[in-house]
């Protein structure tokens, strides 16, 4: 194991002592099981064949009829999304 500090709010401290009372883990294997579960879900798999072949089947289909998309794109999508 490797040892590191973390800064948590006191808020999230309260929560994960409760969390820890009522489940009976203590807190340091709750917080790795946090980690574990936040590296599980954001993990990326590698694409299949079909999933690749799929994703540059579609290169090039569609036009945007703008000359500057790839430089403004940030821009034009919070004017589409209104943010």
Do not use: N, W
């Amino acid at each position: 194991m490797v040892q590191t500090q973390v800064e948590l709010t006191e808020e999230q401290v309260k929560a994960l002592e409760e969390l820890a009372r009522q489940t009976r883990v203590p807190l340091p294997a709750l917080i790795r099981q946090g980690v574990d579960q936040l590296l599980a879900s954001t993990v990326a798999q590698p694409l299949t064949v079909a999933q690749r072949q799929r994703g540059l089947g579609i290169v090039g289909r569609f036009h945007s009829g703008l000359c500057d998309l790839a430089r403004r794109h940030d821009e034009y999508l919070a004017e589409s999304t209104g943010s």
